[in-house]
């Protein structure tokens, strides 16, 4: 066997193994994935239950709003005049806008807010991190108040900036850390789930996809539904994978690192 090609071979091997040390998870990292699964199975088991989804009430209202901000971010880089984002007590919404790319402002609902939750789980492992992210997602509630043109909407982002602001000064950003985590995740599961309710359930009102289906005239909404469910859940992998792979700090190394000292 060639020298060069036995080289080769080796410099793959420990490349392989050096990646799969850094995906190992400390214990700090295997605190922050089991909040992941408590939150994603509490999601979905409190989601449709009686009373106690009350309790996702607001973080459903905020999550809309990230759907509809994605759909009118996508509008003004395509050259839309965005009009009006609404939310309604139904946890609905919708993004009023003239002109813009459908093919680009369609699917951003879902692949947006999506995005957005998977780069807010990556964000959710260091309080740092946690606290960066907190800015983004700030901006983003101030662009939905200056879109929104009911009460509903803006009370709701009113009242995360406030959470936001509020969770700042606890444990030097520990608590915005795990905020961070919980709007993520939930970002990402209404994604999934609203797809699945919009192709699968069969919602009366006409989805994205449908939508997107019939300017494509290529493919049903079923077919684009899944094609965005599978997106969605990659984005959400590459969060948590690039969360092990970047932020390794323990607890008291992450507050040391923390905008609050």
Request: proline share 3%; aromatic share 12%.
């Amino acid at each position: 066997m060639s020298p060069v090609l036995v080289q080769s071979s080796l410099n793959t091997r420990d490349l392989g193994s050096d990646l799969s040390n850094h995906l190992e998870p400390n214990s700090t990292q295997r605190t922050t994935l089991i909040f992941i699964g408590v939150y994603a199975v509490g999601i979905l088991i409190v989601w449709n239950l009686p009373v106690v989804k009350t309790i996702l009430y607001p973080f459903k209202l905020l999550v809309v709003g990230l759907h509809e901000l994605s759909h009118a971010m996508a509008g003004v880089c395509t050259g839309a005049k965005i009009e009006a984002i609404k939310i309604d007590p139904d946890e609905g919404g919708v993004t009023l806008m003239r002109g813009g790319l459908q093919c680009w402002t369609l699917p951003a609902g879902y692949l947006g807010s999506s995005l957005i939750g998977a780069f807010l789980v990556f964000c959710g492992f260091n309080i740092l991190a946690s606290q960066i992210a907190s800015i983004f997602l700030g901006v983003c509630l101030l662009l939905t108040i200056w879109w929104a043109k009911n009460w509903l909407t803006r009370f709701i982002t009113i009242f995360f900036i406030g959470v936001l602001v509020g969770l700042w000064f606890i444990e030097k950003g520990a608590g915005l850390k795990y905020f961070v985590l919980f709007v993520g995740v939930m970002s990402c599961l209404y994604s999934v789930w609203d797809i699945l309710d919009d192709l699968v359930f069969r919602k009366v009102n006409e989805s994205d996809a449908s939508k997107f289906a019939k300017l494509c005239h290529c493919c049903p909404a079923q077919v684009w539904g899944l094609i965005w469910l599978m997106i969605s859940i990659i984005f959400l992998a590459i969060g948590i994978l690039g969360g092990l792979l970047v932020f390794r700090q323990d607890n008291q190394a992450q507050k040391d690192q923390s905008l609050i000292k």
